[in-house]
């Protein structure tokens, strides 16, 4: 049971991959996430349109299992910074947060347990806002994200420089649910799901990498879905 939490690695008291909680059993976990003609079909069609990463099944449900709480949301305390590296430390309420500009956008999720979920639309702050406002410095390489109750993982600032990566507040329309990450989670749609980090307060830029929370206990450092970077031996 160890195992599967740490598969899915979101945080260290919750992962994503089945809608129960308490005990786990492996058969109750993924039954009816892969079940159905129309998800085999769409399955099909992402795979002959090179979408379905090796080793990832299609599921047309969004798998979600807590261990543990979930943290409290109290907008009067939340934060969000930035530090580190940067020409211009930032820190916002969660009022200031919310006046940031917004964007949409639509893309694949890719959890490391298997699973893939496709043409997910996230509503939120795109991370090159944060980027130009932060304005990082020329030795900044990495960056560390932490998250509630001191969570962390690891992102190449190259990776989070792209047109798609976001800090979203919404998911296909609506506000996230506490158990998928509200009020704020971090979106890097090209990198396996435990690095789309849920209950993000804040980033730190770095010259050299720093393993974050998965990392250290033998996950990959970056995490590359179609390269299937799940583990360090990967």
Excluded at 215 to 225: A, K, L, S, T
Aim: charged share 25%; net charge negative; hydrophobic share 35%.
């Amino acid at each position: 049971m160890i195992f599967l939490r740490i598969l899915c690695g979101f945080t260290p008291v919750s992962f994503e991959c089945s809608a129960m909680s308490g005990v786990l059993d492996h058969s109750m976990v993924f039954s009816g996430i892969f079940s159905g003609d129309e998800r085999k079909s769409k399955e099909q069609e992402m795979r002959s349109e090179g979408r379905l990463p090796p080793g990832q099944s299609l599921t047309l449900k969004w798998p979600v299992l807590h261990y543990g709480s979930v943290p409290r949301f109290d907008p009067s305390h939340w934060d969000f910074r930035v530090a580190g590296l940067v020409e211009h430390p930032l820190s916002l309420n969660w009022e200031e947060f919310n006046r940031l500009p917004r964007v949409e956008t639509t893309s694949d999720f890719h959890c490391v347990t298997r699973w893939s979920r496709f043409d997910n639309r996230w509503t939120g702050v795109a991370m090159r806002e944060i980027l130009a406002r932060a304005k990082p410095k020329p030795e900044a390489k990495y960056v560390l994200v932490h998250a509630e109750q001191g969570y962390t993982a690891n992102v190449p600032l190259a990776d989070l420089d792209r047109d798609n990566v976001l800090l979203a507040t919404h998911h296909d329309g609506e506000p996230l649910t506490p158990d998928h990450g509200y009020p704020l989670r971090l979106i890097v749609p090209h990198l396996y799901g435990w690095k789309s980090v849920k209950w993000v307060r804040g980033l730190e830029f770095l010259s050299q990498d720093q393993a974050g929370f998965w990392e250290q206990n033998g996950y990959h450092m970056r995490g590359d879905p179609f390269k299937e970077e799940r583990f360090d031996t990967d």
